[in-house]
C-alpha cells in the first residue's frame, strides 16, 4: 500500500515532535507500507521569514517572497530525514526542484499542473521513505512559487492523485472534522464521513481543517482523504465521494473571522461597472467571496464585497485606483471586524427550509445579518465578529448537531 | 564592464549590513556596470542549522547536511534582491537549482564542473542585478551539494570565469592580504599585489582570507581577484599571474590553526601500505596535508599525517577501522592542539636560506618543530598550537616583513 502522510508545521515545530512524526511514518513503513510523507515549515517558521522580508520591504516582490519563504519547508524534511536516519529507517528529503513540482506561473499563490514521479518511485521501490517540501512549486521560469494557504494539504492530494496512492492522511491538530469548531461550540461533535463537496464549503469556509483546494483536488482526482490528529490516535474524518449513512440536514457550522468587507458607493449605474472592478481584482490574484450589488437608484448602485483581511489593503488600494477614476464611484466603505458564518449540508439540496432555519438562531439571540450567499449545499452570512461565538452556538443548536 | 562581487555571512549578518552590500553593489550599477552577486548564508546561520541536525541526529547523513545548509544562502539572496527593490534598483536572486551550479556527485565538498550562464545574461541584459547563492552546487542526482569551507569564494571565481567578467571582488572582514594575520602580528603589512602561487600557498595554509579552491579557479581561468574590505574604501589587494614589484623573499607568514596531527606507530614495513592507509581516508573525502614517514626499523614504520581538526575524529576512526585490521598497526596517537606554521614567497625559488632562517626564528625562540613540510615557494612547520603568536611574531620579524 502506498500512503501519503501530510504533517503541518505544529506537527514538526521542535526536535521531540519531529521524532513523533518520524515515529508514526516508521509505523506505516515497517507494516511494508510505501510512505511518502509531505511537511510545511516549522512551527512559526514561515512568519519569521515573512517578518525578515517585511523588515526589509514591505513591498518585497512576491517572486523573492517565495524564494525565502521556500526554504522554511526544505529545512523541515531535511531534519525529517535525519531523525528517520536515526531511528535507524533510510529517508530522503526533497523539494520542489527534485520532484518537478510543476505549476501555474504567478507567486504567492500558485496552482499545482504537474509533479515528476519518477525519481520518488525510485527511492519507494529502493525502501526509502520518501520526504517531500509541501506548500511549494516551480514555474515555467524555474522559480519557486508557493501554493498559498492551506498549500501543503494540496501537495500532499496532488502527490496522492500522481501516485495513485491508496490513502492520504492530513494530521492537524485537530482529531478530524467537526460539526463547528469544538473551541468555540462545546458540544461540537466529530463527522466520521463527510463529502467533497460539503467540506469543500466548509474548508472555502474557514472550517480551518482542509484546504479547498486540496479537497477540489481529492475530488477530481478521487483521492480519499483521511482527516487526522498528530497528537493522537483516534479515527478521524474521512472525506470521499458518497458517504454511508444518512444524510443529515447540515453536516456542520463554519466560521472564517480572516475577512474584511468593502462596500463601494455610488457607481455610475451603467453595463460593466462590475465587470470591471472585479476583473481589476481578479487580474491582482485577490479572491472576492460574497458579493452583494443594490438595486440601482438615482444613476447610482453601490457593490459590496468580502476579501480575506490579508488582501483586504491591497484590494481596498486597487478598488481606489480604479474606482476613483473610470468607475466614478463616491465612497470606499472597509469593516474589517466581520466574520462569515456557513452551514453546509448535502442534505440541504432537498430541503429548503434551512436558509429560515439559520436566520431565525440568529435572530433568536438579536444577531444582525450583514450579507447572505447560499449555494445548493451552503447558507452563508456576513456578522459582526464580535458576534461569532454567539452566533455559531445558537446555530449549532438550532439543528441538533450535537445530538447523533 | 561585468563585474562579480562576493560578500561573506558577516557582511550579510543584519538588516543594516544586508543594505550596506546592496548600496555598495549599487553604486557600481549605476556606473553602468553589469553586476552580479555572490553571498554566503547570513552570520552565524550556517552554525544555527548545523546545530539543529546535530540535535536531531549527530551522523547526519551528508546529502540531507547539504539539503539543510542550502537553505542559509537562498534566504541571503532573497533579502538582498528585497533590499535592492527598496533602494530602487531591479535585482532577482537566484539558486544552484535555477542557475544549474553543476558539481561533483560528492556531498558536503563537492567540486564546481559547469555553470548555465544563459539565465544570469538574459537577466543582466534586463538591466537587473543579479544575486546568487554561494557555497551550493547541484549534482548529477539533481541533489543540493556543498562546496565545503570557503565555497562562497569559489562560486564567485567560477561565476567569473563562465561570465568573462571584467573583475571578481572578493569582500571580507578584513582590507586584504597581510604579510600575517594583523590579530597576531602588530606590524604585519597589508600586499598590494600578490601571484596566485603565492596565495595559493597563503589560503591553503591558511591565511583564512581566500579559499584554496577559489584561488586555483582563479588561476586556471585567469580570473584577476581583488580582496578588499567589505567595511571600508580602501585598495585591497590584487591577486594575479605576475606582480609588477621587485619579488620579496617571502610575500607572507600563515597559520592554520584548525588542524591535527595523527600518528600511526608500528606498521608493518612494507611496500602499499601507505597506499592503503591514505586510500582509505581519501575515499572519505578526508584531505591528508603533511605527512612524515619514519625510516623502518624492526620491521615496522610509523607514519605521522596532519588532517582539518573537523576530519580529524572521522580520520582516526577510519584508521583505528583499517589500521589495527589489515594495516596491523601497533597505536594511534592524536594531537589536537597543533598549529602549522607557514612561509610563503615566489622568491624562494632561487633562494635556497629560507627554511634555514625560519627554524632558526623559531630555535631563536625555543619552539620545537614537530613535522616539515617543504614546496618550491613554502616552508611549513607544525607546532605546539599554544605557541603559534611568539612562532608567528619571530618569523615575521627575522624576514623584516613590516617593512615595506
Redo the contacts between chains.
Sequence with gaps: MLVVKKFGGTSVAD?ER??NVARRCIEDYKKGNEVVVVLSAMGKQTDV?LD??R???P???K???D??M??GE??S???M???M??LGVPA??F?A??VQMHTTAVYGNSRLKKIDTE?IRTELENKKIVIITGFQGINKY??YTTLGRGGSDTTAVALAAALHADACEIYTDVDGVYTADPRLVKDARKLSEITYDEMLDLATLGAGVLHNRSVELAKKYGVQLVVRSSLNNSEGTVVKEEVKMEKMLVSGVAVDRNVARISVIGLLDQPGVAFKLFNHLARHNINVDVILQSVGRDGTKDISFTTTADDCDEAVEIVKRHGEGSLKCQKIEVEKEVAKLSVVGAGMMSNPGVAAKMFEALYDVGINIKMISTSEIRVTVIIDDKHVEQAINSVHQKFSLGEN
Design positions: 526536535k519531529i521524532f521569514l525578515m522580508a523588515d526589509i520591504n513591498k518585497a516582490s517572486r523573492e517572497l524564494m525565502l521556500t526554504t526544505q529545512v524534511v531535511a531534519l530525514a535525519m531523525a536516519d536515526a530522503v528529503s523539494n526542484f527534485q525519481r524555474d522559480d
